[in-house]
């Protein structure tokens, strides 16, 4: 009996471990693509705004990333180091904090509507659907 019990145990136990390594990298490779997506999607004037498209962990990022990243390259970089450090159940968070983000996504009378992070929403909501 105690066999089985301990047999029993350790298959939870392994079962658990397999749980937690697909959802980690089922968030990592959800957080690549959105991130490759807001960031591609996004319009280039100087690079600033793509520049500062930022991925982090447990809480959303506050502040404003210095520089310029045109082609976007750098960002995705940068983003995918943090990806690289989930952990199962972590909450991650993609942000851009740029005083004219909300402008960009919505439009304004001068330009209209990028809509890039509802482009990658439905994008990414399609394809786990």
Known sequence: MTTNLRDFTAGLKAFEAEVKAAHTEQVRA??????????????????????NWQVS????????????????????????AVLRRVRA??????????AYAQQLEEGSVQRPPAAMVKAAVASVQGRLR
Do not use: Y
């Open 57 to 80: 962990i447990g809480r959303p990022a506050t502040g404003i990333v210095n520089g310029v990243d045109p082609d976007g390259a750098q960002t995705i970089a940068r983003g995918e």
């Open 89 to 98: 159940f972590d909450s991650v968070h993609i942000t851009n904090n740029v």
């Open 30 to 51: 959800v957080g690549r693509e959105l991130l490759e997506l807001l960031v591609q999607g996004s319009p280039v004037d100087t690079g600033h705004f793509k520049a």
